[in-house]
C-alpha cells in the first residue's frame, strides 16, 4: 500500500523560507512523476511543481523563481524549497503523483505565510 506523508510546513513571515518534505512508502516513488500541489482556503487544489523521474521540473508561473522541487531516488523523497513566500502562498501542501492518484492523497502540511 502506498502512502505519501509531507512535513515541513509552518508558520514563516512574508519573504521567509521553508523546505517541504514528501516520504513515500511503497515501490510507485522511483519510476513516477512526483507533483507538489496545494490548497488554499476557499480555492481547488493547484499543482504548483512536478519533476520526472529523470528530474525535469516545471513550475506554476505563479511560484516560478521562487520555488524549487528536488528528489532523492534512494531515499524515497521529494522536497520543494520555497523561498521569497508571500501571504498569497498560504495553503495545504499535498505531494502525489503527476498526474494525482486519488488514492494517495495525503494529510499534507500547512503552510501559512504572516506577518
Known amino acids: 500500500q502506498v502512502q505519501l506523508v509531507e512535513s515541513g510546513g509552518g508558520l514563516v513571515r512574508p519573504r521567509g523560507s521553508l523546505r517541504l518534505s514528501c516520504k513515500a512508502s511503497?515501490?510507485?516513488?522511483?519510476?513516477?512523476?512526483m507533483g507538489w500541489y496545494r490548497q488554499a482556503p476557499g480555492k481547488q487544489r493547484e499543482l504548483v511543481a512536478s519533476?520526472?523521474?529523470?528530474?525535469?521540473?516545471n513550475y506554476a508561473d505563479s511560484v516560478k523563481d521562487r520555488f524549487a522541487v528536488f528528489r532523492d531516488n534512494a531515499k524515497n523523497t521529494v522536497y520543494l524549497r520555497m523561498n521569497a513566500l508571500k501571504p498569497e502562498d498560504t495553503a495545504v501542501y499535498y505531494c502525489n503523483t503527476d498526474p494525482p492518484i486519488m488514492e494517495y492523497w495525503g494529510e499534507g502540511t500547512l503552510v501559512t505565510v504572516s506577518s
Open positions: 519533476i520526472t523521474s529523470t528530474s525535469i521540473k
Open positions: 511503497g515501490s510507485i516513488f522511483s519510476s513516477h512523476s
